[in-house]
């Protein structure tokens, strides 16, 4: 006779997930609004439905997460910061960069390290300050992009949303400063979870730069999960700048959902060095004509880190343009995902998509998984893509030897430069010295000379 | 001799893969003086270059190279550049993403940390840059591009004269300066060349054709073949070759050898 064991959600680490959600919500504040209730109703319910992805998953075949999936991460309710923390905190902030600045420590805003200005002619406020305020703008965007029924991470980011930043740009308005937000992770408690919810609204004719920064104080084992969704008004342009620099014991998975209508510009730079696992999904939908997408990416690994980028561009209507470079430097025993999906439907004539993955592997050891996806369903559109994965150019290090530079240091100006193919781009120069001069730093710790196959 | 020997050559041979391509060279540069090397496809002329600023592909099975009273062969790639030796590239490699005017800075310093002297900040060296500019007559935006990315043949190849004439090389080696040039990138080119010439240094300029050296006039022209100099004149036998070919040369060095055997 054979024995059944039935899976009920209430066993390992799902169930453990869904009792963590039960006492997340008690320690709410009682006066939860009904939408948010149910926002987090849902999530729970689909996420222990689908559990974590597997590896029988196409879009998760080369990014494992049984190590993330071995223990529940509850969430983590902001942190006591001391003097010293602080000090550590506002250093690493890149110098010169001005503005506005909303800083989150421990998944929960940080009134006294932000920097804000009253009298703001747009809307840029913690989550959680919205939700206090009965502020119910927030429900009208939340989800419309974004689903959690069919991504079960997000619907485990929707079951315990809490945190995030809310932006809305009104119509007509251009800032010149960058907005600036800032992710800090203490350490306090290992083994713990933050669910970021960001919505960013550019309203019609608008323009902003957004600055999104994930760092660590130190060696915890936690896990970031963050949701966000962007609204992409007419004719509006919209410069998404993210450095996710986490220690590399953590997990970062970060969904990124982006809507653009017509004549409309978005931009994103995608920095990834940090977290021991990143996964960072980002889906753009062009659902206006005349737009225009960049999407450009540098991941750095080195350690055991696995880096994964799935990007995938909709080009719903006629007469638009993306535009996708990421490069990728791998070192020792890393491990690289680029997944890139380009589908035209077939309304959408005259686009003019390109996409390109470049990718150095600088160990015998290390491993990139490239992989180019065009769907194109529209007959009059040009579309392009290259992936590439090679090693260092030995013909350029001996260039540079025979004009008097050490081997190291023309190793090093080589990578370099081939991140800086991608850093240049970032419109803030306050961000993009801060980025070279860690790339650089980082660079010369690594034993480039011994790199080469 | 009243100049100063730079570089002597003795009994060299090299190769590459167990293949053996220099089979015994013997060659004396003085300051001041110009040598041009020709000869057919395939003879060495490029793997002699090679070997003088220390390619690693290439095995030197025999033979001494004295440079300035040092030993050549026993120096890395970087400390032979730093002394002074410098190889005006057939191929120059693009090298994408590193500004022209910071590799080129980064190289001029690593030869003045070398000597001992101070290095030169952004602003001084790009004064020194601009004067140096003007001399060869070049587009100042070829400095804010990458090096060589894009170039055309004949930017290249004056891009590589432009870096001899910033570095200020004892011992400059040009290999096929002229292959991809038009005659009037050639002319710049060469008169680029000319005016680097004083009596303290020195200029090996390879080349498989004549018309370089209507322009780069050499003190020296040797012809080397099968891996070995098998002749050696003056100017006028550069003439020579380009009306007659190499064959005779061959012919009558292989008559030499077999009368002493």
Redesign the interface.
Known sequence: MMTHTLQTPSDGVIGDYVRSHESFLKELDSEQPSWLRSIRSSGIAHFSEQGFPGTDQEKWKYTNLASLRKTCFPPVAGSEISEEQRVEILSRIPEKLEGERLVIVDGVHCGSLSERSNNLKFQFLPFSSMVKNSDNRVDSYLGRHIRHDQNPIVALNSAFIREGVFLEMPSGLQIEQPLHIFYVDTGKKSGSAVHLRHLFIAGSNSRVEIFEHYISLNESHGFTNVVTEVFVGENASLEHIKWQDQNRTSYHISNLAVAQESGSRFTSHSISTGAAISRNDIHIKLVGERTESFLYGLYLGRGNQLVDHHTVVDHLKPNSESEEIYHGILCEKSHGVFNGRIHVHSEAQKTNAKQSNRNLLLSRDSWIDTKPELEIYADDVRCTHGATVGQMDEQAVFYLRARGIPEPAARRILVGAFAGEITQRIPLASVRQSLQSYLLEELSRIPLEICSR | MSSETLLEINKLKAGINGQAILKGIDLTVNAGEVHAIMGPNGSGKSTLAQVL???EEYEVSEGKVTYQGKDLLDM???D???EGVF?A?QY???????NGTY??R??YN??RK?RGEEELDAVDFLALVKEKMKVLELPPTLLQR?VNEGFSGGEKKRNEIF?MAV?EPTLAILDETDSGLDIDALKTVAEGVNKLKNSRNAQIVITHYQRLLNYIVPDFVHVLYDGKLIKSGGRELALELEERGYDWVVAEASSTAALAS
């Not at chain 2, 120059?92 to 590193?98: A, S």
Request: glycine residues 8%; hydrophobic residues 45%; charged residues 20%.
């Open positions: 600023v220390g390619r890395s790639v970087e032979r550049a730093r190889l590239f120059p490699v693009e090298i994408p993403g590193v590799f080129l980064a190289a690593e030869q070398y990458p870096q570095l």
